[in-house]
């Protein structure tokens, strides 16, 4: 999982645009290491060998072909030119002197270098010693070749190259190993604030992104973010606690009202009409003052304020509990109410708000589904997580409204006289903050 | 409770509201002691010997809820009704856990305060050990759960059996919804349907259904009490 998104991220992306142009740079480096070194280990015995051709060459514009013989010999004879090969032949390239008995069949060149295996052709080629020569031609038309055994420094250059070669692979590996790493790294820190902004998004603004007081980058940006949540949670607080303060203000006018309300209601000498009246009024008091209780609980439910409450409960307790108290209201429309499933479903919430979220839901459910039908509570573990499920088999939501009904208020059909905060947004929104 | 222990103390600084309180205890039959804040609360009780207190949560001096507590440090045992706008469950338990034995929110019925009054005020009787509950013809037997009239069973869900029980505690009292969502269902909200209706109606149906008269009568605008004829 890491490592997908290791692989997929932009840092990686980077790091290897990085690796590719500082690869590139070193192999073109090394290149030329190898290249320059390999050329002046060449250039050095290519003079050598110049040296030795100029000097029998002048022997034999000095002393003639057989003056030239005589050096030929005197040097193959001496220890210390043991890594020369030398070659004198005729016109038709039959060899007079040296240490090469046969002409390389190779060298047909008047004048010029020479690569070539001595001895004879064989498989194994590369065992016989690579030598390099210098050809020239002589105004008699007798044929110079003038070498040496370069077997020793074809080595070198390819230990050179094969060291070359190895550091390239090797800073290539370090480098994509590194990258990935320090990839790794930022995409943990990168994921843990994913992590904590998902947990926020799901449970409310109680959570802060760890740091890990390194005092890096990331640090500073958790750090900043968590500033931010503060500074949310207490704006959300702030309004909350005005919602608080005007329910709180406003209740004492309305208590007055009520209380002036009932008194006239009980009233000794006040005509029918106007009792029922009074009692009209007392009954639409009622209302706006449920609204408003519905209000001010949904705004503390968003702004997690009824924490406080939260205990372990067992949601199918409680779905018991509900079905029970609704089985008299199902039962007068003919609907079949059952609770099925688990017995036991732990969560930590309100028992109040499941109560009144699972409620609703049921509510629901007996008043929209079909008459004389069936409504199931369903109390089900999936992956471990208590799950309830409140099912009718009534004509149902249709399908381009199922993300409607999580809007606060809404409703399906207007109905008059109907109370907002009994829609089923608060429910939704309530059943998922509290079956965690 | 008896007629010489019917002495309400009301703490209530919103002096309209006092005003209904006491008027509205008064017309039932108690006598009612006034106090405008804490410290009038405080000195109030230490001497009277009450039946009920009611506190509203929000004072002028000290706050409802110390009151309530220095009472229970000095050892008055009177059964408290904590009257608050403050309404939402936090603040509830709260002040139920400091020793308030009911809570009641603003703005409230005085009819359902009253039936609350009742109710704690009952509490505050010698607490009767009886295994057998009876008004009119209807007997509950509390040991085996079941309920029967003339001798004839009423068949009840565990939880009407309980509902019917409340109501036959509260004999002769009136009982509004929301006493019995806390009392018998322990929820401390009002689901503002008529589901409460609805089951009580049912519990009603097996109860007084096809007897000689109705036990259980519906308080309009209040909830239900049950009482026998005469």
Redesign the interface.
Known sequence: MLLAKTLTSSTFRLALIAIGTFGVIVSAIFSYVYLSTSAYVRSRSDRAIVTEYLSLKSAYERSGRDGLIALIEERTADGSFADNVYALADPSLVTLAGNLKIWPSTATAAEGWIEFRAGEPSPNAANRPLLRAMLGTFPSRDRLLVGKDISELDGFADQIKTAVISGIVLIFLLAGVASILVTRRTVGRIESINATSRAIMQSGLDQRIPLRGTHDEWDRVAENLNQMLNRIETLMGEVRQVS?NV??DL??P???????L??AYHGQRISADDQALI?DT??D??AV??IF?SL??IA?IETQ??K??FRTVNLAEIAG?VV??????A??VGTHLTVVGDREALVTG???LI??AI?NLV?NAIKHGRTGGQVVVANENIDGKPVISIADDGPGIPAHEYEQVFKRFYRLEKRSGA?PG?GRRPSSRRADRNAR | MTGGHRRILVVEDDPETADQLVESLKTSGYQVDLATSGNEALSRGATGDYAVITIDRMLPDIDGIAVMRRFRDDGIAAPVLIVSALGEVDDRVRGLRAGGDDYLVKPFSFVELLARVEALGRRSDTIVKETILRVGDLALDLMSRTASRRGKDIVLFPREFQLLEYLVRNEGRVVSRAMLLQHVWDLHFDPSTNIIDVYVGRVRRKVDGQQAYPLIHTVRGTGYCLRAPG
């Open positions: 608080d329910a709180h209740r004492t309305l208590t007055r009202m009520r209380g002036r009932e008194k009692g007392i009954t008091l009622d003052l449920r209780s001010t609980r503390q304020a009824r406080g409450a509990e029970e108290l609704y089985d008299a209201a039962e007068q309100d028992r109040d109560f009144d409620a509510d109370q009994r």
